[in-house]
Protein backbone atom coordinates (compact mmCIF):
# COMPACT_ATOMS: atom_id res chain seq x y z
CA UNK A 1 0.00 0.00 0.00
CA UNK A 2 3.03 2.79 1.21
CA UNK A 3 4.61 1.74 -2.51
CA UNK A 4 1.42 2.68 -4.30
CA UNK A 5 0.96 6.19 -2.50
CA UNK A 6 4.59 6.84 -3.24
CA UNK A 7 4.23 5.71 -6.59
CA UNK A 8 1.18 8.26 -7.54
CA UNK A 9 2.98 10.83 -5.75
CA UNK A 10 6.29 10.70 -7.29
CA UNK A 11 4.02 10.91 -10.67
CA UNK A 12 1.52 13.34 -9.80
CA UNK A 13 4.86 15.53 -8.57
CA UNK A 14 6.57 14.80 -12.26
CA UNK A 15 3.30 15.47 -13.59
CA UNK A 16 2.98 19.17 -12.00
CA UNK A 17 6.97 19.78 -12.97
CA UNK A 18 6.44 19.31 -16.45
CA UNK A 19 3.64 21.07 -16.38
CA UNK A 20 5.84 23.74 -14.98
CA UNK A 21 8.67 23.12 -17.29
CA UNK A 22 6.41 23.28 -20.24
CA UNK A 23 5.79 27.31 -19.38
CA UNK A 24 8.28 28.94 -22.10
CA UNK A 25 9.93 32.33 -21.22
CA UNK A 26 12.21 34.68 -23.44
CA UNK A 27 14.69 37.16 -22.12
CA UNK A 28 14.41 40.82 -23.39
CA UNK A 29 17.98 42.50 -23.42
CA UNK A 30 18.02 44.70 -19.93
CA UNK A 31 19.22 48.55 -19.86
CA UNK A 32 22.68 49.06 -17.74
CA UNK A 33 23.68 52.49 -16.37
CA UNK A 34 26.53 52.64 -14.64
CA UNK A 35 28.07 48.87 -15.01
CA UNK A 36 31.02 48.02 -16.65
CA UNK A 37 28.80 44.66 -18.25
CA UNK A 38 26.58 45.21 -21.18
CA UNK A 39 23.11 43.95 -21.62
CA UNK A 40 24.29 40.22 -23.76
CA UNK A 41 26.31 39.82 -20.66
CA UNK A 42 23.43 40.87 -18.27
CA UNK A 43 20.48 39.12 -20.37
CA UNK A 44 22.88 35.56 -20.00
CA UNK A 45 23.04 35.75 -16.64
CA UNK A 46 19.24 36.30 -16.87
CA UNK A 47 18.97 33.33 -18.70
CA UNK A 48 21.05 31.19 -16.40
CA UNK A 49 19.65 31.73 -13.27
CA UNK A 50 16.15 31.71 -14.85
CA UNK A 51 17.20 28.12 -15.72
CA UNK A 52 17.99 27.34 -11.98
CA UNK A 53 14.69 28.01 -10.67
CA UNK A 54 13.36 25.30 -12.70
CA UNK A 55 10.01 26.00 -13.50
CA UNK A 56 10.63 27.50 -17.12
CA UNK A 57 12.11 26.32 -20.54
CA UNK A 58 14.00 29.35 -21.26
CA UNK A 59 14.34 30.60 -24.38
CA UNK A 60 18.58 31.05 -25.74
CA UNK A 61 19.89 33.36 -27.69
CA UNK A 62 19.32 31.21 -30.76
CA UNK A 63 15.63 30.47 -29.92
CA UNK A 64 15.48 34.32 -30.46
CA UNK A 65 17.50 34.83 -33.47
CA UNK A 66 14.99 34.42 -36.06
CA UNK A 67 12.78 36.74 -34.45
CA UNK A 68 15.18 39.25 -33.61
CA UNK A 69 16.67 39.43 -37.20
CA UNK A 70 12.70 40.19 -38.26
CA UNK A 71 13.34 43.09 -35.79
CA UNK A 72 16.44 44.61 -34.41
CA UNK A 73 14.40 46.32 -31.72
CA UNK A 74 13.50 43.31 -30.15
CA UNK A 75 17.27 42.93 -29.18
CA UNK A 76 18.24 46.76 -28.10
CA UNK A 77 15.17 49.14 -27.63
CA UNK A 78 12.35 46.12 -26.45
CA UNK A 79 11.60 47.33 -22.55
CA UNK A 80 8.43 48.36 -22.70
CA UNK A 81 5.42 46.12 -22.02
CA UNK A 82 4.05 46.75 -25.44
CA UNK A 83 7.66 45.72 -27.07
CA UNK A 84 7.52 42.66 -24.52
CA UNK A 85 4.12 41.58 -25.67
CA UNK A 86 5.76 41.92 -29.45
CA UNK A 87 8.36 39.79 -28.40
CA UNK A 88 6.03 36.96 -26.80
CA UNK A 89 4.02 36.63 -29.73
CA UNK A 90 6.51 36.65 -32.24
CA UNK A 91 8.59 33.63 -30.27
CA UNK A 92 4.97 32.37 -29.19
CA UNK A 93 5.97 31.78 -25.95
CA UNK A 94 4.43 32.42 -22.53
CA UNK A 95 6.23 34.77 -20.54
CA UNK A 96 8.80 37.90 -21.38
CA UNK A 97 11.24 39.08 -18.53
CA UNK A 98 13.11 42.27 -19.04
CA UNK A 99 14.23 45.30 -17.02
CA UNK A 100 16.87 47.55 -15.79
CA UNK A 101 20.09 47.33 -13.76
CA UNK A 102 21.49 50.62 -12.84
CA UNK A 103 24.35 51.62 -10.83
CA UNK A 104 23.31 54.87 -8.95
CA UNK A 105 25.44 56.16 -6.35
CA UNK A 106 26.68 53.61 -4.14
CA UNK A 107 23.87 50.81 -4.75
CA UNK A 108 23.05 48.68 -7.76
CA UNK A 109 19.57 48.59 -8.15
CA UNK A 110 17.81 45.60 -9.93
CA UNK A 111 14.35 46.20 -11.45
CA UNK A 112 12.49 43.30 -13.30
CA UNK A 113 9.25 42.53 -14.62
CA UNK A 114 7.53 39.72 -16.26
CA UNK A 115 4.73 39.71 -18.97
CA UNK A 116 1.91 37.25 -19.38
CA UNK A 117 2.03 37.17 -23.31
CA UNK A 118 -1.33 36.10 -23.34
CA UNK A 119 -3.33 38.12 -21.21
CA UNK A 120 -0.64 41.19 -22.46
CA UNK A 121 -0.54 42.08 -19.12
CA UNK A 122 1.86 43.19 -16.26
CA UNK A 123 2.52 39.52 -14.34
CA UNK A 124 5.57 39.93 -11.92
CA UNK A 125 7.80 42.75 -11.06
CA UNK A 126 10.36 42.89 -8.55
CA UNK A 127 13.01 45.84 -7.70
CA UNK A 128 16.13 45.35 -4.88
CA UNK A 129 18.79 47.78 -4.12
CA UNK A 130 22.04 46.26 -3.62
CA UNK A 131 25.37 47.83 -2.44
CA UNK A 132 27.80 48.64 -5.05
CA UNK A 133 29.80 45.14 -5.74
CA UNK A 134 29.25 44.62 -9.44
CA UNK A 135 31.30 41.37 -9.03
CA UNK A 136 28.71 39.79 -7.31
CA UNK A 137 25.72 40.89 -9.80
CA UNK A 138 25.14 36.97 -10.42
CA UNK A 139 24.29 36.84 -6.89
CA UNK A 140 21.87 39.64 -6.71
CA UNK A 141 20.03 38.59 -10.00
CA UNK A 142 19.42 35.56 -8.48
CA UNK A 143 18.30 37.10 -5.51
CA UNK A 144 15.49 39.46 -7.43
CA UNK A 145 13.89 36.60 -9.40
CA UNK A 146 13.71 34.18 -6.41
CA UNK A 147 11.36 36.90 -4.54
CA UNK A 148 9.66 37.85 -7.54
CA UNK A 149 8.70 33.94 -7.86
CA UNK A 150 8.51 33.83 -3.80
CA UNK A 151 11.00 31.16 -3.61
CA UNK A 152 13.16 31.11 0.01
CA UNK A 153 16.82 32.90 -0.18
CA UNK A 154 19.98 33.63 1.37
CA UNK A 155 19.44 35.28 3.84
CA UNK A 156 22.65 35.84 5.21
CA UNK A 157 23.77 36.59 1.35
CA UNK A 158 20.62 39.22 0.79
CA UNK A 159 21.56 40.84 3.88
CA UNK A 160 25.31 40.98 2.65
CA UNK A 161 24.80 42.73 -0.67
CA UNK A 162 21.72 44.93 -0.15
CA UNK A 163 22.02 48.42 0.63
CA UNK A 164 21.89 49.45 4.12
CA UNK A 165 20.04 53.11 3.08
CA UNK A 166 21.59 54.23 6.75
CA UNK A 167 23.48 57.26 6.66
CA UNK A 168 27.12 56.82 6.04
CA UNK A 169 29.25 59.05 8.08
CA UNK A 170 32.36 59.24 5.36
CA UNK A 171 30.34 60.41 2.81
CA UNK A 172 26.92 61.66 3.13
CA UNK A 173 27.22 63.92 6.24
CA UNK A 174 28.42 66.97 6.25
CA UNK A 175 30.98 68.48 8.62
CA UNK A 176 30.00 71.03 10.90
CA UNK A 177 31.84 73.87 12.19
CA UNK A 178 29.98 74.99 15.98
CA UNK A 179 32.21 77.18 17.95
CA UNK A 180 31.15 79.97 20.60
CA UNK A 181 31.81 81.52 24.13
CA UNK A 182 31.56 79.29 27.20
CA UNK A 183 30.98 80.90 30.88
CA UNK A 184 30.96 78.52 34.48
CA UNK A 185 32.13 77.92 37.50
CA UNK A 186 33.80 75.61 39.48
CA UNK A 187 34.07 74.03 42.77
CA UNK A 188 37.80 73.62 44.09
CA UNK A 189 38.41 70.12 45.23
CA UNK A 190 40.99 68.32 47.28
CA UNK A 191 44.57 69.84 47.57
CA UNK A 192 43.47 72.60 45.50
CA UNK A 193 40.75 73.56 47.97
CA UNK A 194 43.23 73.94 50.75
CA UNK A 195 45.64 75.73 48.40
CA UNK A 196 42.78 78.29 47.56
CA UNK A 197 41.89 79.10 51.48
CA UNK A 198 45.66 78.78 52.78
CA UNK A 199 46.53 82.43 53.61
CA UNK A 200 48.97 84.32 51.36
CA UNK A 201 51.44 84.41 53.73
CA UNK A 202 51.79 80.59 53.71
CA UNK A 203 51.56 80.50 49.46
CA UNK A 204 47.83 80.22 49.32
CA UNK A 205 45.16 82.08 47.48
CA UNK A 206 43.19 83.62 50.08
CA UNK A 207 39.87 83.01 47.95
CA UNK A 208 36.62 81.48 48.46
CA UNK A 209 37.41 77.83 46.63
CA UNK A 210 34.60 78.76 43.51
CA UNK A 211 36.22 80.07 40.49
CA UNK A 212 34.71 81.71 37.63
CA UNK A 213 35.11 80.33 34.11
CA UNK A 214 35.10 82.62 31.00
CA UNK A 215 36.66 80.74 27.76
CA UNK A 216 35.51 80.31 24.08
CA UNK A 217 35.25 76.67 22.62
CA UNK A 218 36.41 75.67 19.07
CA UNK A 219 34.26 72.51 18.13
CA UNK A 220 34.33 70.57 14.83
CA UNK A 221 32.59 67.56 13.82
CA UNK A 222 34.59 64.87 12.14
CA UNK A 223 32.23 62.19 11.79
CA UNK A 224 28.37 62.09 12.18
CA UNK A 225 24.85 60.45 11.46
CA UNK A 226 21.39 61.25 12.00
CA UNK A 227 21.75 59.88 15.60
CA UNK A 228 25.22 60.38 16.22
CA UNK A 229 28.31 62.74 16.35
CA UNK A 230 31.81 62.47 17.03
CA UNK A 231 33.24 65.78 17.90
CA UNK A 232 36.53 67.29 18.27
CA UNK A 233 36.51 70.49 20.94
CA UNK A 234 39.24 73.15 21.80
CA UNK A 235 38.56 75.00 24.97
CA UNK A 236 40.62 77.71 25.97
CA UNK A 237 39.48 78.94 29.57
CA UNK A 238 40.80 81.46 32.10
CA UNK A 239 39.77 81.31 35.89
CA UNK A 240 39.13 83.10 38.95
CA UNK A 241 39.19 86.87 37.75
CA UNK A 242 36.36 88.09 39.94
CA UNK A 243 38.77 87.01 42.68
CA UNK A 244 41.71 88.95 41.13
CA UNK A 245 43.43 85.73 39.90
CA UNK A 246 44.06 84.58 36.67
CA UNK A 247 44.65 81.36 36.18
CA UNK A 248 44.63 79.82 32.20
CA UNK A 249 44.04 76.31 31.19
CA UNK A 250 43.61 74.50 27.96
CA UNK A 251 41.83 71.43 27.28
CA UNK A 252 41.74 69.31 24.44
CA UNK A 253 38.24 66.58 24.10
CA UNK A 254 36.73 64.13 22.31
CA UNK A 255 33.13 63.93 22.28
CA UNK A 256 30.11 61.83 21.65
CA UNK A 257 26.25 63.24 20.82
CA UNK A 258 23.56 61.02 20.72
CA UNK A 259 20.01 61.85 19.64
CA UNK A 260 17.98 64.08 18.44
CA UNK A 261 18.00 65.90 21.74
CA UNK A 262 21.92 66.11 21.76
CA UNK A 263 23.00 64.34 24.76
CA UNK A 264 26.71 64.54 25.01
CA UNK A 265 29.59 63.31 26.58
CA UNK A 266 33.13 63.99 26.61
CA UNK A 267 36.81 63.96 27.49
CA UNK A 268 40.22 64.07 26.97
CA UNK A 269 43.18 65.70 28.74
CA UNK A 270 43.62 69.11 29.93
CA UNK A 271 46.26 71.69 30.61
CA UNK A 272 47.26 74.86 33.06
CA UNK A 273 49.90 76.50 34.58
CA UNK A 274 50.75 76.56 38.69
CA UNK A 275 53.24 77.40 40.84
CA UNK A 276 54.82 74.57 43.60
CA UNK A 277 57.43 74.44 46.31
CA UNK A 278 59.46 72.02 48.05
CA UNK A 279 57.26 71.84 51.76
CA UNK A 280 55.40 70.43 54.18
CA UNK A 281 51.93 70.68 56.68
CA UNK A 282 53.48 70.83 60.27
CA UNK A 283 50.18 68.87 60.99
CA UNK A 284 51.22 68.02 64.57
CA UNK A 285 52.31 71.70 65.28
CA UNK A 286 56.03 70.56 66.39
CA UNK A 287 57.14 74.10 65.01
CA UNK A 288 53.73 76.08 64.27
CA UNK A 289 50.22 76.21 64.24
CA UNK A 290 48.53 73.08 63.09
CA UNK A 291 48.13 72.60 59.66
CA UNK A 292 51.03 75.60 59.44
CA UNK A 293 52.30 75.35 55.79
CA UNK A 294 56.62 75.57 55.40
CA UNK A 295 58.21 75.58 51.81
CA UNK A 296 61.80 75.21 51.51
CA UNK A 297 62.61 79.05 52.27
CA UNK A 298 60.10 79.03 54.83
CA UNK A 299 61.69 76.26 57.02
CA UNK A 300 65.16 77.98 55.80
CA UNK A 301 64.18 80.93 57.96
CA UNK A 302 62.76 79.46 60.54
CA UNK A 303 65.97 77.05 61.50
CA UNK A 304 68.29 79.66 60.71
CA UNK A 305 65.81 81.93 63.35
CA UNK A 306 65.53 79.21 66.34
CA UNK A 307 68.80 76.54 65.87
CA UNK A 308 71.52 79.31 65.36
CA UNK A 309 72.75 79.06 69.28
CA UNK A 310 75.71 76.55 69.60
CA UNK A 311 75.26 76.44 73.59
CA UNK A 312 71.47 75.54 72.94
CA UNK A 313 71.94 72.77 69.78
CA UNK A 314 75.48 71.97 69.16
CA UNK A 315 74.66 69.15 67.40
CA UNK A 316 74.39 71.58 64.80
CA UNK A 317 77.85 72.81 64.93
CA UNK A 318 80.67 71.31 63.58
CA UNK A 319 84.28 72.57 63.38
CA UNK A 320 82.28 75.97 64.72
CA UNK A 321 80.26 76.37 61.74
CA UNK A 322 76.46 75.61 61.86
CA UNK A 323 75.05 73.14 59.49
CA UNK A 324 71.01 73.91 59.18
CA UNK A 325 69.10 71.20 60.06
CA UNK A 326 66.40 69.44 58.35
CA UNK A 327 62.79 68.84 59.17
CA UNK A 328 63.52 65.63 58.79
CA UNK A 329 66.46 65.58 61.54
CA UNK A 330 63.91 66.73 63.90
CA UNK A 331 60.89 65.23 63.20
CA UNK A 332 61.60 61.68 61.51
CA UNK A 333 57.30 61.81 60.26
CA UNK A 334 58.40 65.02 58.25
CA UNK A 335 60.02 65.43 54.78
CA UNK A 336 60.10 68.11 52.24
CA UNK A 337 57.50 67.27 49.15
CA UNK A 338 57.83 68.66 45.62
CA UNK A 339 53.99 68.59 45.21
CA UNK A 340 52.61 71.08 47.19
CA UNK A 341 50.70 74.26 45.71
CA UNK A 342 52.40 77.75 46.55
CA UNK A 343 51.47 80.92 45.01
CA UNK A 344 55.52 82.02 46.09
CA UNK A 345 56.92 78.77 44.10
CA UNK A 346 58.14 78.60 40.21
CA UNK A 347 55.41 77.70 37.35
CA UNK A 348 55.22 74.69 35.94
CA UNK A 349 52.97 72.66 33.28
CA UNK A 350 50.08 71.26 35.27
CA UNK A 351 47.98 68.29 33.83
CA UNK A 352 44.69 67.05 34.21
CA UNK A 353 42.00 64.86 32.84
CA UNK A 354 38.44 66.12 32.06
CA UNK A 355 34.72 64.38 31.42
CA UNK A 356 31.69 66.34 31.03
CA UNK A 357 28.58 65.47 30.23
CA UNK A 358 25.62 67.05 29.20
CA UNK A 359 23.28 68.52 26.54
CA UNK A 360 23.13 71.14 23.82
CA UNK A 361 19.20 72.41 23.49
CA UNK A 362 18.52 73.99 20.13
CA UNK A 363 16.84 76.90 18.78
CA UNK A 364 17.42 77.24 14.93
CA UNK A 365 20.67 77.70 14.06
CA UNK A 366 21.70 78.54 18.00
CA UNK A 367 23.03 75.69 19.58
CA UNK A 368 22.67 76.21 23.55
CA UNK A 369 25.20 74.11 25.18
CA UNK A 370 24.77 73.40 29.08
CA UNK A 371 27.41 70.89 30.80
CA UNK A 372 28.29 69.35 34.12
CA UNK A 373 32.29 68.68 34.35
CA UNK A 374 35.26 67.34 36.55
CA UNK A 375 38.60 67.94 36.11
CA UNK A 376 40.95 64.99 37.91
CA UNK A 377 44.35 65.81 38.81
CA UNK A 378 46.98 64.77 41.65
CA UNK A 379 45.57 65.76 44.95
CA UNK A 380 42.14 67.16 43.80
CA UNK A 381 40.55 68.83 41.14
CA UNK A 382 37.72 71.08 39.48
CA UNK A 383 33.96 70.66 39.30
CA UNK A 384 30.88 72.68 38.11
CA UNK A 385 28.95 73.25 35.02
CA UNK A 386 29.42 75.23 31.99
CA UNK A 387 26.94 76.76 29.65
CA UNK A 388 27.82 78.75 26.50
CA UNK A 389 25.94 79.15 22.91
CA UNK A 390 27.18 78.84 19.46
CA UNK A 391 25.47 79.01 15.90
CA UNK A 392 26.48 76.64 13.22
CA UNK A 393 28.35 78.44 11.03
CA UNK A 394 29.55 76.15 8.06
CA UNK A 395 28.74 72.80 6.42
CA UNK A 396 31.11 71.25 4.39
CA UNK A 397 31.50 67.99 2.80
CA UNK A 398 34.34 65.84 4.32
CA UNK A 399 34.78 64.12 1.05
CA UNK A 400 35.05 66.22 -1.81
CA UNK A 401 35.96 65.07 -5.66
Same mark, same amino acid.
Given at each position: ??????????????????????????????????????????????????????????????????????????????????????????????????? *????? %??? &? !??? $?? /? #???????????????????????????????????????????????????????????????????????????????????? *????? %??? &? !??? $?? /? #????????????????????????????????????????????????????????????????????????????????????????????????????????????????????????????????????????????????????????????????????????????????????????????
Amino acid at each position: MKSIITLIAVILATTFSSQAQSQTIAVGYPAITGLNVDSKVATKLLRYELIKLDKYSVYDEYDMKEAVAKDPSLQSECLSTNCLIKMGEELTVDYTISG *SIDKI %GDM &I !VIN $LK /M #IDVKSKKLHKTEMFEFADQENELQRMIAIVLRKMHDIETDAVLADRLKFNNDPVASKSVGKMNNSGPRVGVGMMTGDYREFATR *SMNQG %GLD &I !VPT $LS /M #IGYQFEAQYVGTENFSGLFEFLVNINGLEQGQFIPSVTLLNGFRFGKAGWEFAFGPGFSLERRTNGFFDSKGSFANPGTYFSNDDWNEYADRNFQNPTDYPEFYTSGSYIRPTVTDLDADYNMDTRFLDSRGSTHLSTMFVFAFGRTFRAGALNIPVNLFYTSRRGGGLAGINVGFNVTKSKTKLYRQ
